[in-house]
């Protein structure tokens, strides 16, 4: 039986104590639905039927009604002005806790988040992470950076396989076409391919042209659109040093691992690959427990880089190395890196490290741990 999922219920009663109004963003098929649902003593509305959007033509009139409870306004996109909704409830009925889904396109619109600037909380759901794996009672990391982290992908008892591209379908038809108009699909979906199968790899949009069959601008507009729907990561570079390090040229990560592995032809998972998902399962654990999207990356002119870059402040930059084994780790590039900026943390982050522990390097400490210890450093 698949328990409630804690970690989230508990940042979602923890965000009501902030603000009235949460938006709860992620893709389709992440769990935003059973997630409100499982939360207690809601009322739940569906937008996609009809008679709730004729409960809620008029905001203030359905307001009213519900002073004091917490509802649950889910694919509020359907409506035909959500913001508007949220807004005078986060004005005018501070009482009412709402929590709102709907499609990543709405959220990712400069007209919803200008409306509702400093009047709600977001919420990011991102794919399964390790919390998860303990609330649906299979903690099997194999099983998970195979199948991805999405829940009817991860719980399915035979491979998903068609599911993955039922999705992508149903990304472009509900998601793309709705907001970006986009026209020319099979260019779309050719990006969208591609990228998965490079996914944590430097982007150069130049690369995508031909076998896309579009110019370089519209595959960086391409990128924006997958970037803004959280559809891929874009890890930019961090640099203030310019003359020797790499300022351009990201890194972008699929999403999922699982559909990461679709894209990339992989029945089994090898050895050697599971290193290279457990990086993208780090980010993604970083991503959902921080709720930051600014994570960057480091590399120079002579090659040497690190995983990850999270910069707290001018002075303070935390540098994460994602390994398969503590005795993978290399200090070389980690030593470049520091001689430019010597404060912030060091942590090595590994599948094999069950308790936390600490080596010296010439002068440089490093903090061996595991997922949860590299949340609690962060």
């Not at 649950?72 to 009412?96: M, V, W």
């Not at 806790?97 to 619109?109: D, V």
């Not at 032809?265 to 998902?277: H, N, P, V």
């Not at 982050?349 to 600490?358: L, M, N, S, T």
Request: overall charge positive; some cysteine; proline content about 4%.
């Amino acid at each position: 039986m698949i328990k409630t999922r804690q970690f989230w219920l508990k940042l979602i009663e923890d965000s009501w104590r902030k603000r009235s109004v949460l938006w709860l963003s992620g893709v389709r098929r992440v769990g935003k639905t059973f997630l409100c649902r499982s939360l207690p003593d809601t009322q739940y509305f569906d937008c996609e039927l009809p008679r709730t959007r004729r409960l809620l033509e008029d905001p203030e009139n359905f307001l009213e009604n519900w002073k004091g409870k917490r509802l649950i306004l889910d694919e509020i996109h359907r409506l035909a002005n959500p913001s508007e909704l949220l807004k005078i409830a986060a004005d005018h009925f501070p009482d009412i806790k709402i929590i709102a889904t709907g499609s990543s396109t709405l959220g990712a619109s400069s007209r919803f988040r200008d409306t509702l600037t400093g009047r709600k909380v977001e919420i990011w759901l991102t794919p399964m992470i390790s919390d998860d794996l303990m609330d649906f009672g299979r903690t099997d990391m194999m099983h998970r950076l195979h199948r991805g982290g999405l829940p009817p992908f991860f719980l399915a008892k035979q491979s998903p396989e068609r599911d993955f591209q039922e999705w992508m379908d149903a990304f472009w038809a509900k998601d793309i076409q709705e907001l970006f108009r986009l026209e020319r699909r099979y260019s779309f979906s050719r990006f969208c391919e591609l990228l998965f199968a490079q996914s944590g790899g430097v982007f150069e949009a130049t690369k995508f042209s031909r076998p896309c069959s579009a110019s370089r601008t519209t595959i960086s507009n391409y990128l924006a659109v997958l970037e803004a729907t959280f559809v891929v990561h874009v890890i930019r570079p961090f640099s203030t040093h310019r003359a020797i390090e790499i300022v351009s040229a990201p890194k972008v990560y699929g999403f999922d691992t699982g559909f990461v592995c679709h894209y990339k032809g992989w029945g089994t998972l090898r050895s050697e690959d599971l290193g290279f998902l457990r990086e993208h399962y780090v980010l993604n654990e970083i991503q959902a427990k921080l709720q930051r999207r600014d994570i960057r990356t480091w590399r120079d002119k002579q090659r040497h880089e690190l995983d990850f870059v999270l910069q707290k402040n001018p002075q303070d930059v935390t540098a994460v190395e994602c390994k398969g084994s503590a005795g993978q780790f290399d200090p070389a590039n980690l030593k470049v890196f520091r001689r430019l900026y010597p404060h912030g943390s060091n942590l090595v982050v590994a599948q094999d490290i069950d308790e936390p522990f600490r080596r010296d390097y010439q002068g440089m400490t490093v903090d061996f741990v595991g997922l949860k210890g590299l949340i609690s450093a962060l």
